[in-house]
């Protein structure tokens, strides 16, 4: 591969920032039994009279060593949203540059594209909703900074192949950011394991999903530390407040918990798949790396509007590419999948 400068690919105004120096930066050390009078906090102790550490040090320290990765490695916001904004702000000059997506998938990329004044480029996913290497290339440009990359894929639900997106990581020169939301619920290993091969490769995870934790948001973003120095620059100092430092570090500390639990989604999983199967209404149910499940209905809109009548809510994706007549079936606890069932069999 050709050695990739980032700097080629950085936005002009960006090179050139220095990040904001907060108080906290300029004494660091604030676990020490200072008197702390540079910040103008309150001194009144309740918990959240501090501002929180602006680089999350315990919190990435504890992810680095469960990752296996270096804490300059990674980057935290507020949800993975942030961190998606982030990514476009760094490398995106507005009214300019293009993204590529790959529809159907997660309606943020786009979004964040219009409110960015980026086009974003959609190459739709072939039948097996993979990513259509050749219909990606021609669509590149030297404009072209960013191909976001979904695996497992939202609403499609399953993992791209290997292969596929290693060439794309090889043939496109702009950053492929692969976001692995639903990382935990598939059998195939992390793309974080190789961003010492790829220089041009991020990985975004959230603790939204498996680890149970949307309401806190937290976003994560792994990549070269050069990449990561570069986004630390533009990142607000304190993006990730201490309330959710706090319950992070809580909840990623206990992987006994998490790992039950994505355990009984699997299995929930696999019992849901069968059992949608038998219905006559459904056409066919997609194999899912995740938790989730996306089905073919004869009807999705009548089925949509019978469920809600029972008092259960799924979403219908019937209005994506590739996704006719679609509802995603998000895996509950087990009593929320048997009423599920139950009431699916009663629907005429
Ligand atoms: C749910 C989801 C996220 C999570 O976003 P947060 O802002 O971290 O909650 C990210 N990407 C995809 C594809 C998702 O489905």
């Known amino acids: 591969m050709k ?11 960006v090179k050139s920032l220095t990040p904001y120096s907060s108080a906290r930066d300029e004494f660091k050390d604030f676990d020490t039994d200072m008197v702390f009078l540079d910040a103008n906090e309150s001194p009144y102790k309740n918990g959240t009279n501090r501002y929180p550490d602006p680089h999350q040090n315990r919190l990435k320290t504890q992810i680095a060593k469960q990752k296996g990765i270096k804490k300059e490695q990674i980057l935290l916001g507020n949800g993975s949203d942030e961190v998606l904004d982030l990514i476009f702000r760094v490398f995106c000059e507005p009214n300019e540059d293009n993204i590529i997506t ?5 309606g943020m990329y786009k979004v964040l594209a219009g409110v960015n004044a980026i086009e974003n480029r959609e190459v739709w996913l072939t039948a097996d909703f993979q990513p259509d290497v050749n219909a990606i290339l021609e669509q590149i440009d030297s404009n072209t900074k960013l191909l976001f990359i979904c695996s497992p894929n939202n609403p499609t639900g ?24 639903y990382v935990d619920f598939t059998g195939t290993s992390s793309w974080i394991n190789v961003l010492d091969r790829f220089p041009n490769l991020i990985v975004t995870q959230t603790l ?10 937290l976003g994560m973003c792994f990549a070269s530390k050069e990449i990561i120095r570069i986004l630390k620059k533009v990142k607000p100092p304190y993006n990730v407040n201490q309330l959710t430092q706090d319950q992070a ?3 990623i500390s206990n992987q006994d918990r998490v790992s039950f639990n994505v355990q009984e989604i699997l299995s929930e999983r696999a019992r849901l798949f069968n059992a949608l199967g038998k219905l006559d209404f459904v056409k066919r149910c997609f194999r899912s790396d995740a938790n989730f499940i996306l089905v073919r209905v004869d009807d999705a809109n009548l089925r949509y509007q019978q469920l809600l009548r029972e008092g259960i809510v799924v979403r219908n994706r019937s209005t994506q590419p590739l996704c006719e007549n679609t509802l995603r079936f998000t895996v509950g606890t087990p009593e929320e999948n048997k009423t599920l069932i139950e009431v699916l069999k009663t629907l005429e």
Do not use: C, W
């Open 3 to 13: 050695k990739l400068n980032i700097y080629n690919i950085v936005r002009e105004n």
């Open 249 to 251: 570090l809580l909840g």
């Open 158 to 181: 399953n993992a791209m192949h290997g292969e596929v997106v290693e060439s794309l990581l090889y043939q496109f020169h702009g950053m492929v950011v692969i976001d692995e939301a």
């Open 102 to 106: 790959l529809p159907p998938t997660y």
């Open 208 to 217: 939204s999903k498996a680890y149970g934790m949307a309401g806190i948001r």
